[in-house]
């Protein structure tokens, strides 16, 4: 394999999964973990991604006030808009990070009166801009990389809610395997918030569907509703209908 198809293929699995570890790619590639490296620092001094210690995270996933790039942008705005769907007056909602959360904040119609909670610095920013919904923000120490808060008190404080929905932007998902990530604090946090919700909807783009990390999230039958950018009927999705999860 030519370095440029490599380094495109290192690339395309940063995109779609916001954040890969060296060790990985170097499986996926048949690779040396040194060589992944060149690549990521490579990839780095263009711009293209952002290396940190054993992997690399997305542009786009990793928020800046300059940054306005969006890998995927049209497909999760399709997302968005069927999620929206989801969103009823006078609901407590829990949303994790990413990019289509993000993309779902701004369709939020402004006179939507609804609680949102987060432990994500970049879906709080977003909320802030909503004239009307009020924004709790579950902080305590930071996870520099994911942009949200962590640790046992964020989880104790979501074990102690009752929410309506919890909208889990996802990194990973496979009808065998469920949810999944790569991080363990993350997934803690994540967990307790399937926990806390009375429906959990999945956001997902469709390079996603099939794929599995290290760490489970939450099994698909812990999934209410299943959203991508397909039709319902796409076959890709079959395997997801059979576990029980309503498909949009």
Not at 35 to 47: V, Y
Not at 154 to 183: F, M, W
Request: include cysteine.
């Amino acid at each position: 394999m030519l370095k440029k198809e490599r380094q495109a293929i290192v690339l395309q699995q940063v995109n779609i999964h916001n954040k890969v570890l060296s060790s990985d790619l170097s499986l996926v590639l048949n690779v040396s973990e040194d060589t992944i490296r060149r690549d990521l620092q490579e990839l780095a001094e263009e711009g293209k991604l952002i290396k940190v210690h054993g992997g690399a995270l997305a542009k786009s996933f990793h928020f800046t006030i300059e940054n306005q790039h969006i890998y995927s942008q049209t497909e999760k705005r399709i997302i968005a808009h069927k999620a929206l769907d989801f969103i009823k007056e006078g609901m407590l909602i829990v949303l994790s990070g990413g990019t289509t959360i993000r993309e779902l904040i701004k369709l939020l119609p402004d006179k939507l009166h609804a609680t949102f909670i987060t432990p994500n610095i970049p879906v709080a920013l977003e909320l802030l801009e909503h004239p009307e919904a009020e924004v709790i923000f579950l902080g305590n120490r930071l996870h520099k990389t994911a942009q949200m808060a962590v640790g046992a008190e964020v989880v104790q404080r979501l074990a102690g809610i009752k929410a309506d929905l919890c909208i889990l932007g996802t990194n990973s998902i496979h009808p065998d395997y469920g949810i999944t990530d790569l991080e363990w604090e993350i997934i803690e946090v994540k967990q307790a918030m399937v926990n806390c919700a009375s429906k959990v909807i999945s956001l997902a783009i469709s390079e996603k569907l099939n794929s599995q990390q290290r760490l489970q999230v939450c099994s698909m039958e812990q999934v209410d509703a299943l959203i991508t950018e397909l039709s319902p009927e796409d076959e890709r999705l079959l395997p997801f209908k059979t576990k029980g999860v309503e498909i949009f």
